[in-house]
């Protein structure tokens, strides 16, 4: 029988191939050998080749293992590692944190089985993949075992060339995001599936057994977010792994702020609204405060969202750049539209202490300013301060506008050099990890009383928790009820800070005031 080839290089033909059940990777040509002693019977074992019920029991399999392994740890594990080859530190460190005996000999076999899996015949490769399996499942009548095995080196296998080919490109584009190298050079650059059963794609019938050929790299240059890492139902299990091995391998520096976005936790992240609150914060042991712009404004008699509080916020910024504790500062807009003049504000809040800055595309009359304009914002700020943490954000979800393109400006402002990006009002959780699942930088959520915990934000793969104005408006509260309760004659618990803390907390180590 003969079947068609099809062929799709736009990006919404290419997503939707991709998200199609119907269609899976196709599997390389060949007769399977004995089970648990060739690469054709490995191809033809791992989640990625086939599809169904084996398809979702055997990526369960690798979701499971991958779950044990913390993205950050690899991250400091490759990057920890001797120098040389990269395709042996990504498989080595792999190997190492997955648990496997004798990681060095895994790594060696792993690298020739990467040379023939994804198409033709090689001995060199069958006899590795025999001495892998005899590692990982000693018993050849162990059916479950034998396919856990596979699965565990199909995953040493894909991060061999995939992660590879990722840091060699990033490698070449020097300090270029790495959510711009993937857009513009995927280290996959096409895809190839199988019909397993009739479908259709952008009104093309595709009979059964038909195969399709995806273009990624064209499709890529059509949209902001890239389609390297496929999409549901075979968004790739191994993704944030593959990403914070890259990052490892190119040692990139991060500043102390950074890595608080890189950890098991998310980062919890009050916000103050003058020295004395941040200071508070700060002795609670968090390890890093931000500002909120409603605060400063209000405390300065100023409205919040219009741009007024530029001074405001660079003298709160000196205050608490005499502070002890690492500090980010929210700054509207940037309080201009001038991309020059964002990235000046940016250096000066830096040389005050600042360790990162929150920009916002939401503008005082309730619309967005244009993606373009806003990363235009972004790249400037990190040409005029690269150690600058910039948390991008859009205020589709807050102000309810344009929601659908929140993922596209989100992708347009990591691929402009945003080291995280911010989505306020985004409380559902298949969105929330729609998002985590698409990004490379970190994603903040704004904390919500009546809606997810912290817990359940990390789950999500939630990096950054911020707790926004609620500090400030619960202060303002509790003040507002004690006065009332006074005024009335009604108990009132005083239960407060003592005058002589306050004091202590309001005056930095070593700092020296004049009454003039």
């Known amino acids: ?36 002693a060739s690469v054709t019977w490995l191809r033809a074992t791992v989640a990625r080749f086939c599809s169904g019920e084996p398809h979702r029991r055997r990526r369960a399999l690798v979701e499971a293992e991958l779950a ?33 005996p004798e990681p060095g000999v895994v790594t060696e076999a792993v ?16 006899e590795a993949v025999a001495r892998l399996v005899a590692r990982l499942a000693p018993d050849p009548a162990d059916e479950a075992a034998l396919e856990a095995a596979a699965n565990h080196i199909g995953v040493l296998v894909q991060a061999c060339d995939a992660t590879t080919a990722l840091v060699e490109a990033a490698a070449d584009r020097g300090d270029a995001p ?55 139902p075979r968004v790739c299990p191994g993704r944030a792994h593959a990403l914070s091995l890259a990052d490892g391998l190119l040692q990139r520096p991060l500043t102390a702020f950074a890595r608080l976005h890189h950890q098991a936790a998310p980062l919890l992240l009050p916000n103050a609204w003058d020295y004395a609150s941040a200071a508070a914060l700060a ?68 040389e005050a202490g600042a ?49 659908e393109g929140t993922a596209e400006r989100l992708a347009v402002y990591e691929q402009a050099g945003a080291d995280g990006v911010f989505v306020p009002g ?10 985590t699942a698409a990004l490379v930088v970190p994603l903040n959520i704004l904390y919500m009383p009546d809606g997810l915990t912290v817990d359940d934000l990390a789950v999500l793969g939630v990096r950054r928790v911020s707790v926004g104005s609620l500090l400030y408006r619960r202060a303002l509260a509790a003040a507002m009820a004690t006065a009332a309760d006074l005024r009335a004659g009604r108990p009132v618990d005083c239960t407060a800070v003592s005058y002589s803390d306050v004091q202590a907390l309001a005056v930095p180590d070593g700092a020296s005031w004049s009454s003039a």
């Open 355 to 403: 360790s990162g800055i929150n920009l916002e595309d939401g503008r005082a009359d309730g619309t967005l300013a244009s993606a373009e304009l806003h990363a235009a914002k972004i790249s400037a700020i990190k040409a005029a301060a690269p150690a600058l943490f910039v948390n991008a954000r859009t205020d589709t979800y807050w102000l309810g506008r344009q929601e």
């Open 426 to 435: 985004l409380s559902d959780r298949d969105k929330i990890a729609a998002l």
């Open 68 to 100: 044990r392994l913390e993205p950050a740890s690899l991250r400091q594990a490759v990057a920890a590692a001797p120098a040389g080859d990269i395709r042996t530190r990504v498989v080595r460190a792999l190997a190492e944190a997955l648990g496997m």
């Open 178 to 232: 790495l959510a711009r190298v993937l857009r513009e050079d995927p280290p996959v650059r096409s895809m190839r599936r199988v019909a397993v059963r009739a479908t259709r794609i952008a009104g093309r019938h595709i009979a059964e057994g038909d195969t399709v050929l995806l273009d990624l790299a064209t499709a890529n240059r059509s949209h902001a977010v890239p389609l390297t890492f496929g999409a549901p």
């Open 283 to 350: 002795a609670q042991g968090f390890p890093a405060i931000g500002t909120t712009s409603l605060g400063v404004a209000a405390a300065a008699g100023l409205p919040d969202g219009a741009g007024a509080t530029a001074e405001a916020t660079v003298a709160l910024a000196r205050r608490l750049g005499q502070g002890s504790f690492l500090f980010t500062v929210d700054a509207e807009g940037g309080f201009s539209d001038n991309p020059a003049e964002v990235a000046e504000l940016a250096r000066r809040l830096y």
């Open 111 to 126: 690298i020739v089985v990467a040379g023939a899996y994804f198409g033709g015949g090689d001995t060199a490769a069958d």
């Open 1 to 36: 029988m003969t079947h068609t080839l099809h062929e799709f290089d736009r990006w919404a033909e290419v997503r939707a191939a991709l998200a199609d059940p119907a269609l899976a990777p196709e599997l390389p040509a060949g007769d399977e050998g004995p089970a648990g």
